[in-house]
């Protein structure tokens, strides 16, 4: 038994909720232009870990918050995510022709489709978290969850770090330079995930900066591991094709401390994150659950 | 003297106030990416007719906002804007290469960078409309920003029209299916801008249903001219590579109807817009004066 068996029951529900909401939120392909929305549900429903969206429900759960409320901020994330992934995956970036088992979005489509396809994820996200059909939540707590996720997708989040990361390979980066890069590329988006899933249920500052502390560490966790499965795992298992990064030269937290040391370190993150959530007065037990899953998963 | 005289003192201020705003806004080039950031600084700052910015000035001056609280959505709607170019000017879209007197972004940096900058603007626009910081209007009315901006963001505005227009080249359009097209490419967020502008005052719907009818033909009738610009002004009054949508074959207002009739469609789509501000209570001036300004306009 694996210390994140508690999570079970909660994936495949988890992932069936999210197909489903995203189903109804992503316009179907019978609306014009049936192209782009065609390209939008192929890159974001039906395939993925939806860690992220698990992240959501899994903060929300701590704080009681019922799965019917974390439903939307679990899609935006996954909106953003989804976005990222297909603009990460372009020509003129990393030219990845294999995501999620199947061909990345510019290859099933075209170029053209793919950027239009992640832009319009990408502002699809902000537009159902500030829909006025979506009323569960104060509109003050819905514009807090626009900023956060806003600013994690942005110049100092996402997209920043992905800047970072295509210049990498020419640099011989230190573990330093390495981490601060995904904590923007990987880490603010795992960030923003578990404080959505925190507003959904409270204000309170001291709650959502232990859930941030939590977060942090996670999310560098969740890429050393990453980087281990892309340089130890294979091309099936992965769902994209294994080894590209070695393939691209592009320093890793594999290539930059080598396996035991990685996975060593992906620990000590893990260990920090659990300790966020000491004393923690709510039921941490997914959370603790997730931060194991972050170092057992085989993808 | 033109008709659109009136907003003589006003350009100046606006563009200015435009610039110092986003100057605020976007990150400086010295904070990491340093690349990323000039590349947004490039596309976003010190160019541009601002017309869109403008909408969300007149509107609100119609309805007694001040400029202060106008700043925020105006700058707002132009990073949408902004972000827009960028991407249309992508290789693997419109492929040009000069935009407003100077090289695209793609072309002043790389491609990579530019599609990365372009997602950034995007993200930015909602970044600063949910800001904590910016509370000079309620949570709601700011969320209903959101959601108009994204809305006219997404697939059903500019995102899909620009699928759309991409397609268009090899179809031989009527009338009604290019203004289809152009509703989303360019109405819808120039629709959006009058209402952000409208909602920095009131959220009285028979206010905001006004200055929606006003917007809707006022943003048809810019694509015309703008259509008629492309095609009878020269490069440097446009700051884009005149007669480009005839050199790659793209049916435009000028090549479906002809200058006279598309110059007189434009006539008759601002007496609507005009029209739709008939008795209307407060001081529609500037309004009137901008739907002017959209046919007298020279690039």
Redesign the interface.
Known sequence: MTHSHHLDPYWLRWRQRIDQCLERLI?SAR???P???EA?RYAGIGAGKRYRAALVYAAGHALSSSEEILDIPACAVELVHA?SLV?DD?P??DDDDLRRGKPSCHKAF????A??????L???A??V????AWVRR???S???M??TL??A????GL??G???D??LASQDPTLKTLAAMHQRKTGALIEASVLMGGLCATDDSEILTRLKNYARPLGLAFQVIDDVLDGTADTDTLGKPAGADRERGQPTFLSVLGEAPARQYAQDLREQAIGALDDFELDATLLIALAHFTLERSH
Do not use: Y
């Not at 950027?115 to 319009?120: E, H, K, M, Q, V």
């Not at 978290?129 to 006025?132: A, K």
């Not at 997708?153 to 100092?156: E, F, K, V």
């Open positions: 316009p609306i014009s232009p192209l782009l929305h939008m976005f603009h372009l003129a970036m075209d170029e053209a489709t950027i239009l396809a992640g832009d319009a990408q502002t699809l902000f537009e978290l500030s829909d006025p104060p509109a003050a819905r514009l807090q626009v900023h806003a600013k997708s942005g110049s100092l997209a920043g992905q800047v970072l295509l210049n």
